[in-house]
């Protein structure tokens, strides 16, 4: 008898141990979940935050692509103002300052090629005697203009 009390003491011992060892790994394995928990909730605070800096980004890159656009549009519409829509291909300007330099240096350009395109009369001849005297319809005038001809 005393063997089946010691054995059953044993029996309690152990599943006392046991019991306590089951709760301390319960306890590990709760505090295992829950640092398993922390690191996906800190994995997907950090995830929410670059998706925020993501967003903030492309809200910012939307805006300047925005800007740009419309600073494009401002171009276009000052080079037809001015004539010069047909440089709008090839003006490329990152600021006003840019801009209204290059309208001046095309407007330059553009008013020296008019006035080298402009009429230029070949062979202009000079004012003679004679059609000066055919002019005023001076008769006289126009025979002395011939006879000096042919005594020169």
Known sequence: MEEQQQQNNLD??????????????GTENQDTSNQQQQEQDTSTDETAKVDDSKKGNNQADQLAQREKELFQKEVQLTLKEKG???????VQVN?????????EQLEAVVNKR??????????HAKQDEYSTAEK???????????LNKFFQ
Do not use: H
Request: proline share 2%; charged share 35%; glycine share 6%.
């Open 84 to 90: 010069l829509d047909d440089f709008a291909d090839i």
């Open 95 to 103: 600021s006003k300052d840019e801009l209204d330099s290059q309208i």
């Open 136 to 146: 005023q319809k001076d008769s006289q005038g126009m025979i002395a203009s011939k």
């Open 114 to 123: 008019k006035l080298d395109n402009s009429y230029v009369p070949e062979d």
């Open 12 to 25: 309690q011992n152990e599943g006392g141990v046991n019991m306590e060892n089951e709760k301390e790994n």
